[in-house]
């Protein structure tokens, strides 16, 4: 067996999508959904829009190419994935989220060198930012509306902040969880970490969203967690974001806050990539708790149990505001298009978006 992967082009005239899937698309993983919502090969074809036997046979060719049963039950006959389908979905399932970021970035850097072939009068904003389910719109909103290519890197927020002093780019994007100030006080793992990369008089903080942050658990709460301190209960086996991210800065806080050691929580040196990742990683059961976006547990159709707020914002210099692209920027998050399409994702707001703030009046380490 052997994976090749190709891409396609399609129109933007659409409404642009807040966050979406990866575009990565393989007809078997579209069957195999439908026969586990359905429960039967008839109905999995109907939903489709497919004949009964065009689906039977394409997954009878599967088979024989994994060597092993999608499904379990015989035709004519009510249908469910077999152990191997159900294992084969959850994996293509993680993957997708997985690497979220990687393929964003990807598919938006074709875009850009082909956009840039098409129109090369188009302005190119470079950005280092962390992982959110917000950015893509962004992207799209100025492309179409401010002829604006923006250029983002996904990394940690310290990270982001490290290329945004070191000249390699105009914007950054950073996440504080400003909603509890013990979490970003002076001397707590996320002022350490981020706090020395943020410069007054010359760094500008530009609100971007609000986002809900808690713990991620299956659907119907089975183990009955109520809480931050149920993540070192017996039965919990927990999935992490990785060391650095801003996420694993904020979780980390928050453990110390609470007297909680990272010793007694199973599972917690296992990493996951994004938000989504996470939630992958517990729909397919390989964990049941993590801590993430409200959005990401509810686009696997998870529980989540909120523990803070943060609010996410765009980073830039004080010189580079005046720019063409920074003001196209301000433009569409002052946009009453964009604050809708943050305000329906789950879990996140748009109250003062766009606002650009003082370090001194916003940051708690200086209070």
Same mark, same amino acid.
């Given at each position: 067996m052997s994976i090749k992967l190709n891409?396609?082009?399609?129109?933007?005239?659409?409404?642009?999508?807040?966050?979406?899937?990866?575009?990565? *698309?393989?007809? &078997? =993983?579209?069957? !195999?959904?439908?026969?586990?919502?359905?429960? %039967?090969?008839?109905?999995?074809?109907?939903?489709?829009n497919l004949s009964y036997r065009y689906l039977w046979g394409f997954l009878k060719k599967q088979e024989a190419v994994f060597g092993q049963?999608?499904?379990?039950?015989?035709?004519?006959?009510?249908?469910?994935?077999?152990?191997?389908?159900?294992?084969?979905?959850?994996?293509?399932?993680?993957?997708?989220?997985?690497?979220?970021?990687?393929?964003?970035?990807?598919?938006?850097k074709l875009d850009l060198e082909l956009s840039l072939a098409v129109e090369p009068d188009l302005t190119l904003l470079l950005?280092?930012?962390? *992982?959110?389910? &917000? =950015?893509?719109? !962004?992207?799209?909103?100025?492309?179409?509306? %401010?002829?604006v290519l923006l250029d983002v890197s996904y990394v940690g927020s310290a990270r982001a902040l490290e290329k945004l002093n070191e000249g390699a780019c105009l914007l950054a994007g950073i996440h504080l969880p400003l909603g509890d100030e013990r979490l970003c006080r002076r001397g707590s793992v996320i002022h350490l970490g981020l706090g020395p990369q943020l410069r007054l008089g010359d760094t500008k903080l530009i609100r971007f969203a609000t986002r809900e942050q808690g713990l991620i658990i299956p659907s119907g709460n089975p183990l009955g967690l109520s809480g931050l301190p149920d993540v070192e209960r017996t039965g919990v086996v927990f999935v992490n974001?990785?060391?650095?991210?801003?996420?694993?800065?904020?979780?980390?806080?928050?453990?110390?806050?609470?007297?909680?050691?990272?010793?007694?929580?199973?599972?917690?040196?296992?990493?996951?990539?994004?938000?989504?990742?996470?939630?992958?990683?517990?729909?397919?059961?390989?964990?049941?708790?993590?801590?993430?976006?409200?959005?990401?547990?509810?686009?696997?159709?998870?529980?989540?149990?909120?523990?803070?707020?943060?609010?996410?914002?765009?980073?830039?210099?004080?010189?580079?505001?005046?720019?063409?692209a920074m003001q196209a920027v301000l433009k569409i998050l002052l946009s009453d298009h964009f604050r809708?399409?943050?305000?329906?994702?789950?879990?996140?707001?748009?109250?003062?978006?766009?606002?650009?703030?003082?370090?001194?009046?916003?940051?708690?380490w200086y209070k």
């Open positions: 891409y396609s082009f399609f129109s933007e005239t659409s409404p642009v999508a807040p966050y979406r899937e990866i575009q990565l *698309h393989n007809p &078997l =993983f579209a069957m !195999l959904a439908a026969v586990r919502d359905e429960g %039967s090969i008839g109905k999995a074809a109907s939903a489709l049963s999608l499904l379990a039950g015989r035709q004519g006959q009510s249908a469910r994935l077999s152990d191997f389908g159900e294992r084969l979905f959850w994996a293509e399932k993680k993957m997708r989220a997985r690497f979220l970021p990687e393929a964003e970035s990807l598919a938006a950005a280092f930012a962390s *992982h959110d389910l &917000l =950015f893509p719109a !962004l992207r799209d909103c100025l492309k179409r509306e %401010s002829r974001r990785p060391a650095g991210s801003g996420t694993r800065l904020l979780l980390d806080e928050l453990l110390f806050l609470a007297g909680i050691s990272s010793n007694r929580i199973v599972g917690y040196a296992t990493e996951e990539a994004t938000h989504l990742s996470v939630a992958a990683s517990i729909a397919a059961g390989n964990a049941n708790c993590g801590f993430g976006l409200r959005a990401a547990a509810e686009c696997f159709g998870l529980d989540f149990l909120p523990v803070t707020s943060e609010q996410y914002f765009l980073v830039c210099c004080k010189a580079a505001l005046e720019t063409e809708q399409l943050a305000d329906s994702i789950p879990g996140y707001g748009t109250q003062g978006s766009g606002e650009i703030v003082s370090l001194r009046a916003t940051l708690p």
